[in-house]
């Protein structure tokens, strides 16, 4: 009775703290939560929405905090409370598993449906989906490449292999070596992982996401992650990098090498000019040489709330924020690359983004991150079995996360 009583009190203290139903000109509030974006294209999406409503409604872009965990919190208090003040929610494209199967978001059929995945980049999609069922629309999407340095490496290497042995021979030349790549204890671990175990033909769960698979593709992705810890290609520093301790590190000129998303190109651009002349980019390095890289992709898709009083608002308005003119403003403004795929054929794009044809090769051929409810405990697993990765047994550790999965997806306890 507490708990129903609890639950009740945070609802409407939640609900308190959201917009009215409408505004003085009479036109309803879609509330918007998405992550912190500093570029204001998000506002701009919010701004031209609303306009182009005809007065119908206005869309209210309210900021979620900046870590990821925190974002994720936020809306799973509020939706557990049965928060009818959330319209549309941005949700990182591991959660819609999750929100689904806690009957937090709609789904999405029919018109809708067709609309929120005509000329929509397919593996996206596959982030917005589960069980076979629409329960988002793909915003916008990420993807890493490999970064290098062509005064030092005339011809980027192919494979894992080759980019390993060119940091070696370049550390015997005592010139800049280092592979900057994200080895702290959190996400981006897992990302690693699941990048590498991807392209050696293999995955971390089962098609129908009820048992571990790994196998010997796992077993192979573990051993190269201890290949580098353990080589001169490591940073010092690996164990605590992540993405933008990365991107520093290259900046600074003691890298060769960085696998990182495309936001460390303009970066690299404003920070050292000199050394951007020789910044390069290439396809994510294979693991085998006949077999092609699946990157795994981030971004965010756009759920509409099982508890929102306006869901056909909600659903025209999350359409609208994402259509190609803001899927636009976001690449060019915020770096973010867009879902659409035709936007990858605008000049526009193509000239902000030199790298537009390796983009969209590697999201063409992209992977994604386990889709199951129980994701947050998956990545748990994988992170902290392989951290840090210098003390990796590739086996053992894969038997580990094995493990360590199955009780996570047969509820027997959450993973510390």
């Not at 992650?225 to 990365?246: C, H, K, T, V, W």
Request: aromatic share 8%; with cysteine.
């Amino acid at each position: 009775m507490r708990a129903v009583v609890a639950l009740t009190l945070l609802a409407a203290t939640l609900a308190a703290c959201g917009d009215d139903d409408g505004d003085s000109g009479g036109r309803t509030t879609i509330n918007w939560y998405n992550f912190p974006d500093d570029s204001g294209a998000l506002q701009k999406a919010a701004d031209r929405c609303s306009k182009a409503s005809g007065g119908r409604y206005r869309i209210v872009y309210n900021k979620l905090p900046r870590a990821a965990d925190g974002q994720r919190q936020q809306l799973v208090r509020r939706l557990a409370a049965e928060d009818d003040s959330m319209d549309v929610l941005g949700l990182d494209v591991t959660w819609a598993a999750e929100f689904a199967e806690a009957g937090w978001v709609r789904e999405w059929t029919g018109e809708r449906k067709r609309q929120a995945t005509e000329g929509t980049l397919r593996v996206p999609i596959q982030t917005a989906t589960w069980k076979g069922k629409l329960y988002a629309v793909p915003y916008n999407t990420n993807t890493q490449l490999l970064w290098y340095r062509k005064d030092l490496v005339p011809t980027p290497p192919k494979t894992w292999a080759e980019m390993l042995e060119m940091s070696r021979e370049l550390a015997r030349q005592r010139k800049p070596h280092f592979v900057e790549i994200q080895g702290a204890q959190y996400e981006g671990l897992t990302v690693w992982f699941n990048t590498l175990i991807s392209s050696a033909g293999g995955s971390i769960l089962n098609a129908s996401a009820t048992e571990p698979s790994l196998g010997p593709p796992a077993v192979r992705a573990a051993s190269i992650i201890r290949e580098l810890a353990n080589s001169p290609a490591a940073d010092p520093s690996l164990p605590n990098q992540m993405e933008d301790a990365n991107r520093l590190a290259m900046e600074a000129g003691v890298a060769a090498f960085q696998l990182n998303y495309p936001f460390v190109y303009p970066s690299m651009k404003s920070n050292n000019p000199q050394l951007f002349k020789n910044f390069a980019w290439a396809p994510y390095p294979r693991v085998d040489a006949g077999r092609p890289t699946r990157t795994t992709i981030g971004g965010i898709d756009l759920a509409v709330s099982s508890y929102s009083r306006h869901p056909d608002l909600a659903f025209e308005a999350a359409l609208c924020l994402r259509n190609r003119e803001n899927q636009l403003t976001a690449a060019l403004e915020g770096g973010l690359p867009p879902t659409l795929r035709a936007l990858y054929d605008e000049p526009a794009f193509q000239k902000e983004y030199p790298f537009h044809r390796e983009v969209l090769a590697s999201l063409q051929t992209a992977s994604v991150r386990p889709r199951t409810p129980a994701y947050q405990n998956v990545s748990i697993a994988v992170s902290h079995t392989l951290s840090p990765p210098s003390e990796i047994e590739p086996e053992s550790s894969v038997e580990t996360i094995r493990d360590q999965i199955d009780k996570a997806l047969r509820s027997e306890g959450v993973i510390p």
